[in-house]
């Protein structure tokens, strides 16, 4: 059994999350502000605290150096519904050892409380400020967290997403607050480089490697002690894959032409839009290499999932678009155009437009038909107009998506080895109704008895499918 201090202001979250705590054998105390935590603190002594940022009176953020006073070794979680990259950073340089976003389900909650009451110690540490990353959604703040985390430690990172999502941007935040900050950050595109190429700009010449050439530098070389930014890393050849997994292992490069290695201090990062699992499977890279990269993974979320961060993203690019005049703005019904249509280049497309929009307005207010017109061919080029009618083709892509899945997970069950015979309806329906429950939870904030209502089931019924300690 653990102290765990649950500090929130919504009464419901306080319940649910001690509901669930205390299901797991710890003691769970409740505060509803910082003044009242600090108190409970003072003959309590939490060994792991859970607190929100926004509440009445201090903020929970600013609150964190008195924590540390009173529980110098308890690891304090920071939850939040209104996070942006700029309150993960400050959360994280606060010296909270994880960031959590509302709503959350308690999979996630339980993962971490165990994690860190295993563990032991915080795990703070400086992150990455707000840069070019714009977003308010719960999906964005997720990104922020792991972003936040990320710039924390020198481990490689992986850095996934469909084309125009912000993986870039994603690194150069990483970089831009990390201990590294102040080395270089050198990025290139696998993708772009003449395969005959590849070696020689990666890891250099020695002199008079190629008829008397002087030395040349490679980007592995550039980047000592900094950060080398690999792009669409999973076009990269066979042979440079080969090359990649040696530096990463040896931490020295071997210039075309040289006779002895080179000790290189560097951070990789890489990007890739492909899924490198099925190149795997597939024989197109190399298992061992992807071990080495995705040590520690972002997933960039396309732009569909965040329609939200749209007015934030337009006035963002706005402010930095060379069209722009100084009090140019974006109407409603322009955002409502931008909302309406798909966006398959994602945020990148989006950007695009905006700045043609913003010549195309010649200084005005941005309206509807400054926009420019969809790429020819691209999937989906307008989302059905009308609420109504856009949200039936989300649950009938949604739906066609769980129909695949569901073909995908029974070819899997009968193509093991040994197949569990008889039992294939008994362990769909486990499986799906996990994440059924986690996404119910996570939709009401983790009250039980709202999850049950919408899942209609009893909260005996719902409390007794949950997962015990």
Same mark, same amino acid.
């Given at each position: 059994?653990n102290r765990?201090?649950i500090?929130?202001d919504?009464?419901?979250?306080g319940w649910?999350?001690?509901?669930l705590?205390?299901?797991r054998?710890h003691a769970?105390?409740t505060?509803a502000s ?8 003072r003959?309590?002594l939490p ?8 509440l009445p ?10 924590f540390r006073?009173?529980v110098p070794?308890a690891?304090?979680?920071?939850m939040t519904?209104f996070g942006?990259l700029d309150?993960?950073?400050r959360a994280?340089e ?7 976003v509302?709503?959350?389900?308690s ?18 540490a400086?992150?990455p400020p707000?840069?070019?990353?714009v977003?308010s ?6 990104v922020?967290?792991?972003?936040a985390?990320?710039?924390?430690s020198?481990?490689?990172?992986l ?17 831009a607050?990390s ?7 050198i990025?290139?595109?696998l993708?772009?480089?003449?395969p ?5 700009e990666l /890891?250099?010449? +020695?002199k008079?490697a190629f !008829?008397?050439a002087?030395?040349r530098?490679? *980007?592995? @070389?550039?980047? &000592?002690?900094g950060?080398?930014?690999?792009d669409e ?5 066979a042979?440079?894959q080969?090359r990649?997994?040696?530096?990463l292992d040896?931490?020295?490069i071997?210039p075309?032409?040289a ?5 290189v201090?560097i951070?990789?990062?890489?990007a890739?839009?492909r899924?490198?699992?099925a ?7 190399r298992?061992d290499?992807l071990?080495r990269?995705r040590?520690?993974?972002?997933e ?5 999932a965040r329609l939200n961060d749209?007015?934030?993203?337009v006035?963002?690019f ?5 069209g722009?005049?100084?009090?140019q703005a974006?109407?409603d019904? /322009?955002?409502? +155009?931008?909302?309406a249509? !798909?966006?398959?280049?994602?945020v990148?497309? *989006?950007? @695009?437009a905006v &700045? ?6 010649r200084?005005g207010?941005?309206?509807p038909?400054h926009l420019?017109?969809?790429l ?7 989302i059905a107009?009308?609420t109504?009618a856009?949200?039936?083709?989300g649950?009938a892509?949604a739906?066609?998506?769980l129909?695949r899945a569901?073909?995908?997970?029974v070819?899997a069950q ?19 109704e996990?994440?059924?429950?986690d996404?119910?939870?996570?939709r009401t904030?983790?009250?039980?008895t709202?999850a049950?209502?919408?899942?209609g089931?009893?909260?005996?019924t719902l409390?007794g499918?949950l997962?015990?300690g």
């Open positions: 059994m765990i201090l500090v929130d919504e009464p419901a979250i649910s999350l001690g509901e705590l205390d299901d054998g769970v105390k505060a910082v003044e009242e935590a600090l108190e409970i603190c003959h309590f060994e792991l605290v859970l607190l929100d940022v926004r009176g201090r903020d929970g953020l600013s609150a964190i150096p008195d006073v009173l070794t690891p304090i979680v920071v519904a942006d309150t993960a950073v994280v606060a010296g909270a050892a994880e960031y959590l509302k709503p959350f389900d999979g996630q909650v339980t993962a971490i409380v165990d994690r860190l009451l295993e563990r032991g110690a915080t795990a703070a400086s992150a707000p840069g070019g990353l977003g959604s719960a999906v964005m703040q997720r922020f967290a792991r972003v985390l990320a710039a924390s020198d481990l490689p990172v850095i996934t997403g469909a084309t125009g999502t912000g993986k870039e941007l994603a690194a150069r935040a990483i970089h607050h201990a590294r900050r102040s080395g270089p950050l990025a290139v595109n993708a772009a480089l003449p005959a190429l590849v070696e020689g /890891f250099g010449h +020695a008079g !008829s008397g002087t030395a530098d490679g *980007l592995f @070389a550039s980047a &000592d002690r950060v080398l930014f690999l890393v999973g076009d990269a050849a042979e440079v080969a990649l997994l040696r530096v040896a931490r020295e071997l075309l032409g006779s002895a290695p080179r000790p201090d951070r990789v990062i890489a890739t839009n899924d490198l699992a190149d795997v499977a597939a024989g197109r890279f298992a290499l071990h990269l040590v520690f993974t972002i960039m979320p396309p732009l569909s749209i007015p934030a993203l006035v963002h706005l402010s930095g678009s060379p722009c005049g100084p009090l974006a109407s019904d /322009f955002l409502a +155009a931008v909302r249509r !798909s966006w398959p280049g994602n990148r497309e *989006l950007k @695009a &700045d043609v929009a913003a010549v195309l307005a200084g207010t941005l309206r038909e420019p017109p969809p020819p061919g691209a999937a989906g080029a307008t107009e009308g109504n856009s949200a039936a083709d649950v892509t739906e066609a998506r129909e569901v073909r995908d997970w070819a009968l193509g093991a080895e040994q197949p569990r015979e008889g039992w294939l309806h008994e362990d769909f329906l486990k499986a799906a996990a994440t059924l429950i996404e119910a939870l996570a904030g983790g009250n039980r709202a049950a209502k919408l899942l089931l009893d909260r005996s409390r499918k997962p015990r």
